[in-house]
């Protein structure tokens, strides 16, 4: 159980760099990578639930990999997306990118 | 009656097909066609007056009597609305006698007034529309003559308020116009407000809108319904009482008596011929028609009945004192026709409902019928002089016997039929209406006997001023010169043939044997002529001729002196005893500042203050919760994470 513990902690930890990544960083790259970050905690954990909790199952891991391939494809639209911010705004500063609203 | 007898009568449903063809045909197309509307109108009028007069002749000659009594035919009946298996609004014609006649009397007259109008209404701007609004109006009084329903009635009821509204304020550039049209409106309406509360509580106890089923439950003194109604009481009178006084207020309204007359004499703003029509002939007398066709409900309430004999009585008096002393000759023409309703009314009150007993129905009836003849005689008559004078006024007019001999001569035959001198047809209906007072109430006899007595006098003043008096033009003393020599000659064609058709209807109407056909309880019975009352009536109305001979016939200063010795009486007749005053007074004075203004206040301050209140919080809310929406994904995300935060917190302490 103390593995499972420190492997969590490590899930935690790469959790909350990805959230203030994300909170304080201006640039989309940036954040986009931020994002992927986070996903990867939620993955550790998938993984580390199925490891140690049901090991004798193979959902978690079935998980995991789902969520890395839709991640990969989520990058590509967001990458796309960006692209095409930057053609209109000229700028991928988040900051910037302020008409979707009221 | 066989089945196959009572089918033929549907073509009495043309006779109100026509006028609302016409109206539609000539109030949508008549702006390009003016001149073709008049006679299309005329020409439905006419067919319509045909077919009435031949369903009248199957009605009372070949379809006779079945056991005795008049049958009340049912001749189209169509369910509109059905609130219950029990109660429905059926749209419907009803034909029994005094529906049959009503048919001969408003399409006859109507028929007169559309021919006359072709004259009197030539080059006016709104020729077509005229005739419109006249077949709208006679589309909607024929409906409520043959309605077989209370509430079918009360359609045509307003409608034909609607129709009298448009025609008053015919001349809509002209302020008094207008104002008369609204006062027209709104006294009658605010009387139909007392007809709808009549009709909804009658239908809520008879459980019945039709006639003939209300009629019918409401005449079995013994039936669990009567007894019902009239054990329900609120305010010490029975809710049968209610019902019936409230409907009668409604009846009372539409047929201008006291205290709901005041719009009568204004309505004289619109056209001579409408006067003639509608305020004279045909929608005045639907209250009389009214409380007619719930006779036998009003026969079981005796508190209603008398109810409707003090209130006819007392406005006959009332309205032929006014009468004596207006000038303008339309005004007297009404005070004369809400007397003469009045007398229509009192008749239905002291009338009784089986055999003889009914003469006082029978002979409202005959004076609804004769009275539509004379008084539209007399109107159309004052439309020619007006026509020829140019002035409503009495003192613009005098000696035109020689300018209009026939107008003069259809004047007189009418003047001395609304007086009762025999053999014209007013004699034989007041006479008839006075021997029925004399035999149920003595008091009511002695005032008809007093107003008939002043309706000759005022009628003859009326005829003496226009016709006698002074020379004609009045050059010297009238002030102004009249142009009415000059340029025309008395009426056109289509005037004068009205006039003598009238003339000759007014002739001969008396001679008709009414209460053989007409009568409370549909049983024929002979009014016997009675020597002594007929010599009453008459002398009462000679005294009245004379009496306006002698002060009328040539101009002299006694109508001056007789007004000045009267004093205040003289002038508050005048003043048509300020009733208008009063009318101003309590909605002026009383409502307008205790009871509109508050009310304004409060929709201004709190009504609208709390809309206001509602839409100014909404606001505000909104455009704070608007910046919530900033377009910046990092403060998206600060909220999101905070929330998942909170729910987080939540789920593990709380829960």
């Known amino acids: ?102 | 009656m066989t089945k196959t007898k009572m089918n033929n009568y549907s073509y009495i449903s043309f006779v109100l097909i026509i006028p609302l063809m016409v109206f539609l045909i000539t109030g949508l197309f008549g702006k390009k066609l003016p001149a073709l509307s008049g006679i299309l109108g005329t020409v439905g009028m006419l067919i319509a007056a045909c077919l009435s007069y031949f369903a009248a002749y199957n009605y009372f000659m070949v379809g006779g009597r079945v056991d005795g009594l008049y049958p009340t035919v049912i001749a189209f009946k169509q369910t509109w609305l059905q609130f219950s298996p029990s109660l429905t609004i059926d749209i419907g014609i009803m034909l029994d006698p005094i529906s049959v006649m009503m048919l001969v009397v408003v399409t006859t007259v109507s028929f007169m007034v559309h021919l006359y109008s072709i004259g009197y209404m030539h080059g006016e701007e709104r020729y077509s529309t005229y005739y419109a609004f006249l077949s709208l109006f006679s589309f909607s009084m024929l409906g409520l003559v043959i309605s077989t329903n209370i509430f079918q009635m009360y359609m045509f009821w307003e409608l034909v308020g609607v129709s009298s509204f448009l025609l008053v304020g015919f001349y809509y550039n002209k302020p008094s116009a207008v104002a008369a049209a609204k006062k027209a409106f709104i006294v009658t309406r605010f009387a139909d407000l007392g007809f709808l509360a009549g009709i909804l509580i009658l239908s809520f106890y008879s459980e019945s809108l039709d006639f003939q089923t209300i009629i019918h439950r409401m005449m079995d003194s013994n039936s669990p319904i009567f007894m019902n109604a009239n054990a329900a009481s609120f305010m010490g009178v029975s809710a049968l009482t209610w019902a019936l006084c409230l409907i009668f207020i409604g009846g009372a309204g539409k047929s201008a008596m006291f205290p709901l007359h005041i719009w009568l004499p204004d309505a004289m703003e619109g056209p001579t011929p409408v006067s003639a029509l509608i305020h004279a002939a045909t929608m005045v007398v639907a209250g009389v028609f009214l409380v007619a066709r719930l006779f036998p409900v009003y026969m079981q309430i005796p508190a209603a009945h008398d109810l409707v004999m003090y209130v006819g009585a007392f406005s006959a008096f009332f309205a032929a004192v006014i009468a004596c002393t207006q000038t303008d000759i339309k005004r007297v023409l009404a005070y004369s026709t809400m007397s003469q309703i009045g007398y229509m009314m009192f008749a239905l009150g002291v009338s009784g409902y089986w055999g003889h007993g009914g003469l006082g129905f029978s002979a409202s009836m005959f004076h609804l019928f004769t009275h539509a003849m004379f008084k539209a005689l007399l109107f159309l008559g004052a439309g020619a002089v007006i026509h020829y004078v140019h002035s409503n006024e009495m003192g613009d007019m005098g000696g035109l016997r020689k300018k209009m001999p026939v107008t003069n001569a259809v004047f007189l035959i009418a003047c001395l039929a609304i007086s009762g001198v025999p053999p014209l047809s007013g004699f034989f209906s007041k006479e008839e209406i006075l021997t029925a007072a004399f035999e149920n109430n003595k008091i009511i006899y002695a005032v008809g006997l007093v107003t008939a007595c002043l309706t000759a006098f005022y009628m003859f003043r009326l005829y003496l001023t226009i016709f006698w008096n002074k020379p004609f033009p009045l050059s010297e003393g009238g002030g102004h010169e009249v142009p009415g020599d000059v340029h025309h000659s008395e009426a056109p064609m289509t005037m004068k043939l009205p006039l003598l058709i009238l003339a000759i209807a007014t002739l001969v109407a008396g001679f008709i044997p009414f209460s053989m056909y007409v009568s409370a309880d549909g049983t024929a019975f002979e009014s016997e002529f009675h020597i002594i009352p007929a010599l009453v009536a008459v002398t009462a109305g000679l005294i009245g001729i004379f009496t306006a001979v002698f002060l009328y016939a040539k101009k002299n200063d006694k109508p001056e002196m007789i007004s000045a010795a009267l004093g205040g009486l003289y002038r508050s007749a005048y003043r048509k005893f300020y009733v208008d005053e009063l009318y101003l007074f309590i909605t002026k004075k009383i409502i307008f500042n205790f009871i509109s203004t508050p009310a304004a206040w409060i929709d201004k301050n709190v009504v609208d203050g709390m809309m206001n209140l509602i839409a100014d919080v909404t606001g505000n809310l909104s455009e704070s919760a608007k910046t919530l929406q900033s377009g910046k994904i990092s403060s998206y995300v600060m909220w999101f994470f905070a929330a998942a935060i909170v729910l987080s917190m939540m789920i593990v302490y709380v829960f």
């Open chain 1, 1 to 102: 159980m103390t593995e499972m513990k420190f492997i969590l902690s490590i899930s935690f930890a790469l959790f909350f760099i990805g959230a203030y990544g994300f909170l304080t960083r201006r640039n989309m790259i940036t954040m986009l990578m931020a994002v992927e970050l986070m996903l990867n905690a939620v993955n550790i954990n998938f993984v580390v639930f199925n490891k140690y909790l049901f090991a004798d199952k193979m959902d978690g891991l079935f998980f995991s990999i789902f969520i890395t391939t839709i991640a990969a494809a989520e990058a590509a639209v967001a990458i796309a997306i960006i692209i095409n911010l930057y053609r209109k705004f000229k700028s991928i500063d988040e900051d910037d990118i302020d008409t979707l609203r009221w």
